[in-house]
């Protein structure tokens, strides 16, 4: 018996652009169809679709091959509109593929969009079984799981009032508990763990690593890098439609990474609209380079690098103080370093046209994840320019602490140096 949960075969989906959209279906439409059509397999229609000029139609996916193994956890990653949550919904049999084909063995079940089919006129309760039965879960499997899942949701107090009245977090916390409790042999899902507040961010990052460890097929989608670093073995890096790396998980992260540097490069930050300042002095680049004077495209942990902040004036700037500053941020939105010539005493007093203002960071002492990077240039004591997320950093494994083991995610916020000692 082979040990393949699924393979996927030159997979496309194709959308037009302006044409008139199919009418919607009843579910009564949708049953028929699924009851006539044999076997497990998706394919792709042939024939079934009007031809249409180039010009109006886009290719969301295309000759996207793979295989899983019963088992694996699959990280799924790419930029916005690279093909990630088409691909799932293939694979959840919420869309059909315009061409090629999807062999699934075994149950699928489907964290895609949290909530979808909740009534607001019903009780919490009765969103239960009614989402429970949307999701595929049976009336049996909801009973013995009721309790669990009101308990992980943290809303006992509420359950039977209408979810109309709940709050936007205590909706999606229950949305959640719901779908996290599905027991299916194939799980895939997207962006999920964005749900509710931190601590129950945590808590949904938990159930899913419990989900990964179970023996269960996981096709995992998230922004949050940090996550698939942690719950997945095996990365799938997606671009414009196609498969670009299909590896490690790390190894997978740095291509992304790589890519998004690539990106970058090719777009000047001089572009980007959504900043703030007066424009005296404007950023136009940012780049990553180590203690030797190399470019890089991830940092390690402990590793000593420079930020090079390149910038641009409509003239040789001396009339004020310059000062510059740099704040790191993680993937949960929260803050984890800053440094400035402020508090440096490092203000510069006279700067050229152009040129580069260089943050040197000594000994990085953050865990491994993907970090946001905000700059901001004052003169004067006013803004000149400030860029929310003009760069990102990948920080990968690294010796922080000298002895040879690698600090994991799960250390914390940031690495701190110390020592050991045993008084009597």
Request: aromatic share 8%.
């Amino acid at each position: 018996m082979s040990d393949l949960a699924i393979r996927a075969e030159g997979l496309g989906k194709r959308y037009r652009i302006g044409a008139r959209q199919a009418r919607y279906r009843t579910l009564r439409e949708t049953l028929v169809d699924a009851a006539k059509a044999p076997g497990r397999a998706l394919r792709g229609s042939r024939g079934t679709e009007l031809s249409t000029p180039a010009s109006t139609t886009i290719w969301a996916l295309r000759g996207v091959s793979f295989q899983a193994k019963q088992g694996e956890v699959i990280g799924i990653i790419g930029r916005n509109g690279a093909g990630k949550s088409t691909l799932l919904k293939i694979l959840s049999r919420i869309t059909k593929p315009t061409e090629g084909r999807a062999d699934i063995a075994g149950r699928v079940g489907s964290l895609l969009e949290v909530g979808t089919g909740f009534h607001p006129e019903l009780t919490g309760r009765e969103n239960i079984y009614l989402n429970g039965a949307i999701l595929g879960m049976r009336r049996r499997e909801l009973d013995r799981k009721f309790d669990e899942i009101v308990a992980f949701a943290e809303i006992e107090k509420f359950l039977d009032t209408p979810v109309k009245h709940y709050s936007s977090g205590m909706f999606v916390r229950l949305a959640f508990a719901v779908a996290a409790h599905l027991d299916p042999e194939i799980l895939v899902v997207d962006e999920v763990l964005s749900v509710g507040d931190a601590a129950f961010q945590r808590k949904s990052l938990g159930k899913m690593g419990e989900v990964a460890e179970s023996g269960r097929t996981v096709l995992f989608v998230s922004h949050n890098l940090a996550a698939v670093q942690n719950l997945c073995q095996r990365g799938i890096v997606l671009d414009q439609g196609g498969v670009r790396f299909d590896g490690s998980q790390t190894d997978a992260l740095v291509h992304y990474h790589r890519s998004l540097e690539e990106v970058r490069g090719a777009i000047s930050l001089s572009a980007r609209t959504d900043r703030i300042g007066s424009g005296v002095i404007r950023l136009v680049g940012v780049e990553l380079r180590d203690s030797a004077g190399q470019r890089i495209a991830a940092v390690a942990s402990g590793q000593t690098f420079d930020i090079f902040l390149y910038y641009e004036s409509s003239e040789a700037y001396d009339r004020d103080a310059v000062r510059v500053g740099v704040r790191c941020i993680s993937n949960m939105g929260i803050p984890v370093f800053s440094q400035t010539t402020g508090i440096m005493k490092a203000d510069f007093r006279a700067i050229p046209k152009s040129g580069a203002f260089v943050c040197r960071i000594r000994r990085l002492p953050l865990p491994p994840s993907i970090y946001d990077l905000n700059v901001a240039i004052k003169a004067g004591g006013d803004y000149a320019d400030y860029i929310h997320g003009a760069a990102e950093i990948q920080v990968v494994d690294g010796d922080f602490f000298g002895t040879g083991e690698m600090p994991p995610t799960s250390v914390g916020a940031c690495l701190v140096d110390g020592e050991w000692r045993l008084e009597r």
